[in-house]
């Protein structure tokens, strides 16, 4: 029975689905029937435009995946990678649209710099195609202005 065309009140609201719902308990107003109701975001899809030119659907999994190999050895958590790979994404979907490849490359390393500077100079590495040892060393007077820049907590 589908009560899309008449007038209902609501009943009861609650979380569902670990709060990805809501489940929304009706009345109709004519008939006096009750049913159920779910309501869900409808999230539009992220697409990230590669420097070939070619576009695809963003992949979480892909940004966990370079984290995991540029934090290899490192006392990092799977949780914060995972945690950062979320943050990279909820960034990216606030933009309102398509983002190009060095947007979502530029959000890891800002997020990975302040998580593990050794991670993030492999990351960087890979992202900003080093060539030599020229590159390492201008992308460590890099990191240690920025770092120098931000005062450290005394302990």
């Known amino acids: 029975m589908r009560k899309v065309r008449c007038s209902s009140r609501v009943l009861d609201s609650r979380a569902a689905e670990d709060g990805a719902a809501v489940r929304r308990r009706r ?6 029937t009750r049913f159920t109701t779910y309501e869900r975001i409808d999230e539009l899809p992220v697409y990230v435009m590669k420097r070939s030119g070619d576009k695809e659907l963003f992949d979480r999994a892909k940004i966990v995946a370079g984290l995991e190999a540029a934090t290899k050895g490192r006392p ?3 949780e914060s990678l995972v945690a950062l ?3 990279v994404e909820d960034a990216m979907r606030l933009t309102g649209g398509d983002v190009t490849s060095s947007q979502v490359g530029q959000a890891v390393l800002n997020r990975l710099r302040k998580l593990d500077e050794v991670a ?4 960087a590495s ?3 195609e080093f060539d030599d040892a020229a590159d390492f060393k201008r992308e460590l ?3 240690d202005k920025r770092t120098a820049a ?6």
């Open 85 to 87: 790979a979320t943050e």
């Open 120 to 123: 993030y100079l492999r990351f």
């Open 76 to 78: 990092v958590t799977p």
């Open 126 to 128: 890979v992202y900003k």
């Open 141 to 143: 007077t890099l990191l």
């Open 150 to 155: 931000k005062p450290r907590k005394k302990k």
């Open 27 to 32: 009345q109709c107003l004519k008939c006096e």
